[in-house]
């Protein structure tokens, strides 16, 4: 009978453990989907930066020559 009193309290630290480990598990898949959603963000802002960086360049290359042409 103690046997059996043993083998349950062990079971129910095994399930204890097991549910401990889980519940990890999920808030470490969820920061990386979080992390993994924030690089895209950045990703995209950096896009969305470096065309209007672009654009600018290019403006400023088109008044450059605008000007050297009324000259």
């Given at each position: 009978?103690?046997d059996?009193?043993?083998?349950?309290?062990?079971?129910?630290?095994?399930?204890?453990?097991l549910q401990?480990?889980?519940?990890?598990?999920?808030?470490y898949?969820?920061?990386?989907?979080?992390?993994?959603?924030?690089?895209?963000?950045?990703?995209?802002?950096?896009?969305?930066?470096?065309?209007?960086?672009?654009?600018?360049?290019?403006?400023?290359?088109?008044?450059?020559?605008?000007?050297?042409?009324?000259?």
């Open positions: 009978m103690n059996e009193k043993y083998s349950t309290d062990d079971e129910r630290m095994r399930k204890k453990r401990k480990r889980r519940t990890e598990e999920e808030k898949e969820e920061t990386q989907k979080e992390e993994k959603k924030r690089r895209q963000k950045d990703k995209i802002l950096d896009e969305e930066e470096d065309e209007e960086l672009e654009e600018e360049n290019e403006y400023a290359d088109y008044s450059k020559k605008g000007i050297g042409e009324k000259k």
